[in-house]
Antibody, heavy 125, light 108 residues
Framework: QVQLVQSGAEVKKPGASVKVSCKAS????????MHWVRQAPGQGLEWMGR????????NYAQKFQGRVTMTRDTSISTAYMELSRLRSDDTAVYYC??????????????????WGQGTLVTVSS | EIVLTQSPGTLSLSPGERATLSCRAS???????LAWYQQKPGQAPRLLIY???SRATGIPDRFSGSGSGTDFTLTISRLEPEDFAVYYC?????????FGQGTKLEIK
């Protein structure tokens, strides 16, 4: 069965960096884009960016350009999200999510069908 | 960036009732790229609907999605106790994904 298992909670000081991992199993890692979404305490979902595990190509939300780096290691089916120059408002649960896309009756459709369990990143001095 | 506005912010209904949740986009969205998610406290979101109207694997048929252009709707035909949660719509356009702010469905 498909599983995305993320690394454990982190506590960081302002200005530091954090790197969260997401290990995939139960499917062909290079066959599906991986997205990263975060959720601040009591708030909604915020898209951060995506990586094509096959090519390594990335797209980042404008808000995070210059601060986020998404990478992958295909040999261990793991995606990574690194966020630098952390601020207190980066405190959030960070999720990885697999993108599914397919065709039915000639119509294309896309969504995030499997999610990791989330990684809490706390930024505090 | 396309902004998604969900309404109402909170919906109070009883089990067995019908729920209608709205998602309005600031500009036209391709139906292919409109999805709905359910999130319960302490859990990751779960994909309910993608391509605006297709149920994801394992999603009960009481959940349905509709709409096109700038107006999309998630309907839950008869609420079960486990359906009370927060619901988000999401879209992809102009190389970016955005989520609505969410609708909280609570027990009346």
């Amino acid at each position: 069965q498909v599983q995305l298992v993320q690394s454990g909670a982190e506590v960081k000081k302002p200005g530091a960096s954090v790197k969260v991992s997401c290990k995939a199993s139960g499917y062909t890692f290079t066959g599906y884009y991986m997205h990263w979404v975060r959720q601040a305490p009591g708030q909604g979902l915020e898209w951060m960016g995506r990586i094509n595990p096959n090519s390594g190509g990335t797209n980042y939300a404008q808000k995070f350009q210059g601060r986020v780096t998404m990478t992958r290691d295909t040999s261990i089916s793991t995606a990574y999200m690194e966020l630098s120059r952390l601020r207190s408002d980066d405190t959030a649960v960070y999720y990885c999510a697999r993108r599914v896309d397919d065709y039915v009756w000639g119509s294309y459709r896309q969504g995030l069908d499997y999610w990791g369990q989330g990684t809490l990143v706390t930024v505090s001095s | 960036e396309i902004v998604l506005t969900q309404s109402p912010g909170t919906l109070s209904l009883s089990p067995g009732e019908r729920a209608t949740l709205s998602c309005r986009a600031s500009q036209s969205v391709s139906s292919s790229y409109l999805a709905w998610y359910q999130q319960k406290p302490g859990q990751a979101p779960r994909l309910l609907i993608y391509g605006a109207s297709s149920r994801a694997t394992g999603i009960p048929d009481r959940f349905s999605g509709s709409g096109s252009g700038t107006d999309f709707t998630l309907t839950i035909s008869r609420l079960e106790p486990e359906d009370f949660a927060v619901y988000y719509c999401q879209q992809y356009g102009s190389s970016a994904y955005t989520f609505g702010q969410g609708t909280k469905l609570e027990i009346k």
